[in-house]
């Protein structure tokens, strides 16, 4: 039996409208893909006035910018990068997958509180709170990766009756408790060794033996906030590409006799090395972009100063409080957008990079899967 | 031989491992701990302030009788001991709403139950004694009192009877506050539980529903709830259709070449473009570029004062379709890769062209994950702030951009945005101290609403993902 035919009169009519949408739908994905290539040949045509004046203003106006973007960048970096990828590593190896899929999710969601709310609450919350407590929050520092080591000491020591209660797997969760009970321990203490050793006033003593001053909104806070920020993107990252190391070449090692922590060593952070380096990157590319934090976190003070204590005003901050105000066609305005440009272009190129160290280890990951 | 168990053994390789996976254990909890001591602190600031506070009356050692509510202690900055922070209102006659007082001074301390608190337009919050109602000449006392206040609130302002309210303050001076100004009167302390928590329900609501007040410290944020969903809907309007077409280019139509990949990794990164970076762009092409032009073609006679050529809702939503279109390409694409070849096959090999096959087969199964897309997109743009103070948000935008006036939908008009209105109010306002639980207050809504959708968007992924599973 021949299958049914549709009339010939309408096969000409079915393929002028293929012709057509096709051909609407091109226009429409490379309309968009021009659109967006449209913001580079913008920001690259409105800073072109600049090169007729001589690049000697534009380095003295925009250098103070350029070392605050930094500084809050490193600030967020020495912050997020630690705990982001103690993170990745306790829960890509040593959690329980049941947790681990619960965890996963939360810890991306924390990327998604906006910018306004965690500025808001580091520049009116953290900041008077740190300035009353430096001396606490400085120690917190030290005594919370003590605490842990603490834990991990008393676990070892604990009667082997108590620790299939609180299993190692799980230790993501039960020490979240023990970490606040030491918070407390720590806020109670603070005070005692200010007293006891730093004549009662943290702030009085940097400024009288180091001259250091101290000023609200510094890059402290600025490091923590955005650090806060940043830290579910750099987790997410180097968490799947250490997950997806090939689980043959961690139980080689560990049958070779090497411990989990060994094998994690030698193995995993190798194999994986380009992910956790690509990961870093992306969080890198977003601290130096981030707008609201640092403008609400940080005192908006173009310094040239590597203090902690001192405020800093960054190429983004700069752009969001100036640009608004700048005449259009003036100096200041080519000069935010060349701000802006630099950030386009750093930002670009930094992902790009990742992008490309991803997609290598990808292909590694796959060859290793298959010599399995 | 004794046997070893595997969790013993387990345990054995646990420990030697040392101490470096506890570190590692403490960097998940401690960030946790960070998660959840930022929720908590919104949600409890945030919804508290709702609460009708408990009015205080305190006698200083001075002699002194201050009325208020007492808001938070902190040290005394030279010698020992704590110094309380009172809620006074009255800023007419004290000069300002504030008062420290030094806790050790503190000789009395009680909370009668007469005492009230009345928000009134002119001059913000009263807090004292309702001592009598002047109502067409008669004096009413006591309960007739409250019931003709309670009466007249029901009214709109406008309709009220030509009534006064005699109020006592603290220290004994009287005032005559007319029935019209006032917009909320109560007496906390009188109040049972249900009460309050009627009062709680009914605050929470002005909060949602009503403009602000009193520069920004009262009221509620109605207008940047509606600024911000409008813009964001305009802009899923933009985006969806033109992510959803560049997507099916890229992944449907376009040869894969070398230079397909590249647009690829090009439109990822885009994503990871700084938000202010595309304001510069709005600002720059579309409010002093397109903006311009439009405004010397057609709204000339206005000019020089700008109709399109400054900031507004259009070149807001359109400079966040540009900012999302990259989080939307990316999720169709995602979507469409993971449709079997075969599907398109076979829709090919039974007759089907190209655009029957897209309409038929592929794009009912990839429409899941554009809705992620777009869902994901919503979310980024309803917390983003950045850009928008560049092209077009407003601190307080006296016109809604949607009414009853042709051509009812003002896309040149400046609007209001939960988040900037966040920023604006807690760094830029008069009086922050009392602004602060409203800023609390919105925080935790605009976390609330970015939270929901980004859960939406994950369940649909997760049950995306388990239906092509069972259908694999």
């Known amino acids: 039996m021949t299958p049914p035919r549709l009339p010939l009169s309408r096969q000409p009519l079915r393929q002028l409208q293929d012709r057509i949408a096709t051909g609407l739908i091109t226009a429409g994905g490379i309309g968009v893909l021009m659109a967006i290539l449209a913001i580079g040949v913008f920001l690259l045509w409105e800073t072109l006035p600049l090169l007729a004046l001589g690049d000697t203003l534009a380095v003295s106006r925009l250098a103070p910018l350029a070392w605050g973007t930094l500084k809050a960048a490193i600030a967020a970096m020495l912050f997020a990068t630690p705990i982001a990828l103690g993170a990745a590593i306790y829960s890509a190896l040593f959690m329980s997958a049941r947790l681990r899929s619960r965890i996963k999710p939360t810890l991306e969601l924390m990327e998604a509180i906006p910018g306004v709310v965690v500025g808001f609450i580091a520049g009116l919350v953290l900041a008077p709170w740190i300035e009353q407590h430096l001396a606490s929050a400085l120690l917190l520092i030290v005594w919370l990766p003590f605490s842990a080591i603490l834990a991990g000491a008393l676990w070892h020591i604990a009667a082997s009756r108590l620790r299939p209660r609180l299993p190692h797997t799980w230790a993501g969760l039960w020490l979240i408790p023990w970490l606040a009970c030491m918070v407390v321990v720590a806020l109670w203490l603070a005070p005692v060794i200010e007293q006891q050793w730093l004549g009662g006033d943290l702030r009085r003593f940097l400024d009288l033996h180091y001259g250091m001053d101290y000023v609200t909104r510094n890059t402290l806070i600025v490091g923590v906030a955005m650090g806060f920020a940043i830290i579910p993107s750099i987790y997410s990252l180097a968490d799947d590409a250490l997950a997806d190391v090939p689980p043959a070449l961690m139980e080689g090692a560990q049958a070779l006799g090497a411990s989990r922590w060994q094998a994690l060593w030698k193995v995993a952070l190798p194999t994986a090395g380009p992910g956790i380096f690509s990961a870093v990157m992306i969080g890198a590319g977003r601290a130096v972009g981030e707008t609201m934090i640092v403008l609400m976190a940080s005192s908006n003070t173009a310094l040239f100063s590597a203090s902690p204590f001192e405020g800093l005003r960054s190429f983004s901050a700069a752009i969001a409080i100036e640009l608004p105000e700048a005449s259009p066609g003036g100096l200041t305005y080519h000069l935010l957008i060349l701000a802006a440009l630099v950030l386009f272009i750093f930002t670009f190129l930094v992902n790009t990079l990742a992008e490309v160290v991803r997609h290598r280890l990808r292909r590694r990951y796959h060859r290793l899967g298959v010599r399995q | ?472």
């Not at chain 2, 004994?172 to 009188?190: C, D, E, M």
């Not at chain 2, 096959?345 to 994950?369: D, Q």
């Open chain 2, 1 to 472: 031989m004794k046997r070893r168990s595997p969790h013993t053994i387990r345990e054995a390789t646990w420990l030697r491992d040392g101490l470096w996976p506890w570190l590692c254990a403490a960097c998940v909890a401690l960030s946790l701990l960070m998660l959840a001591a930022l929720l908590t602190l919104l949600v409890t600031r945030g919804l508290s302030h709702f609460w009708p506070a408990t009015l205080e009356e305190v006698t200083l050692g001075s002699g002194d009788i201050i009325i208020g509510q007492s808001v938070r202690e902190a040290p005394l900055p030279q010698n020992a001991g704590l110094e309380r922070l009172y809620f006074t209102g009255n800023r007419e006659i004290t000069g300002a709403n504030w008062r420290w007082v030094s806790v050790d001074d503190i000789t009395q301390q009680s909370t009668p139950n007469d005492l009230i608190r009345l928000e009134r337009t002119p001059w913000g919050d009263f807090i004292g004694r309702l001592i009598a109602v002047e109502s067409e000449g008669q004096q009413l006392t006591g309960q007739e009192a409250w019931d003709h206040v309670k009466n007249a609130l029901t009214m709109p302002p406008s309709q009220r009877a030509n009534s006064e309210l005699l109020l006592a303050t603290a220290d004994g001076q009287t005032l005559r506050q007319p029935v019209s100004g006032i917009s909320h009167f109560q007496a906390p302390n009188a109040m049972s539980w249900g009460q309050k928590t009627y009062v709680w329900g009914q605050n929470v609501w002005r909060f949602l529903s009503q403009g602000p007040r009193a520069a920004n410290t009262g009221g509620g944020v109605w207008p940047a709830i509606f600024g911000t969903v409008l813009m964001v809907i305009l802009m899923s309007v933009m985006v969806t259709p033109f992510g959803v077409l560049a997507a099916i280019y890229l992944n449907e139509i376009a040869h894969q070449n070398r230079l397909t990949r590249l647009v690829r990794i090009g439109v990822r990164n885009l994503a990871g473009v700084p938000s202010i970076v595309y304001g510069v762009f709005g600002l720059g092409v579309f409010v002093y570029g397109i903006g311009g032009s439009i405004d010397t073609w057609f709204f000339s006679d206005e000019l020089p004062s700008p109709t399109f050529g400054t900031g507004g809702l259009l070149w807001a939503s359109l400079t966040l379709a540009l900012l999302t279109l990259p989080v939307v390409i990316v999720a169709t694409e995602e979507g469409l890769a993971r449709i079997p070849d075969a599907q398109r096959e076979g829709a090919v090999a039974l007759g089907a062209t190209r655009l029957e096959m897209l309409t038929r087969v592929v794009l009912p199964m990839a429409t899941p994950a554009m809705l992620t897309g777009v869902i994901l997109a919503v979310a980024r743009a309803a917390g983003e702030v950045a850009p928008l103070m560049l092209v077009g948000v407003a601190k307080l935008a006296p016109q809604v951009p949607l009414d009853g006036e042709f051509p009812y939908l003002h896309l040149e008009r400046k609007f209001m945005h939960l988040g900037y209105h966040l920023f604006d109010t807690a760094f830029h306002g008069e009086d922050v101290q009392a602004a602060i639980p409203l800023v609390y207050a919105t925080a935790l809504l605009l976390v609330l609403i970015v939270l929901a959708l980004n859960l939406t968007a994950i369940f649909l992924r997760h049950h995306l993902r388990r239906q092509r599973g069972n259908e694999c």
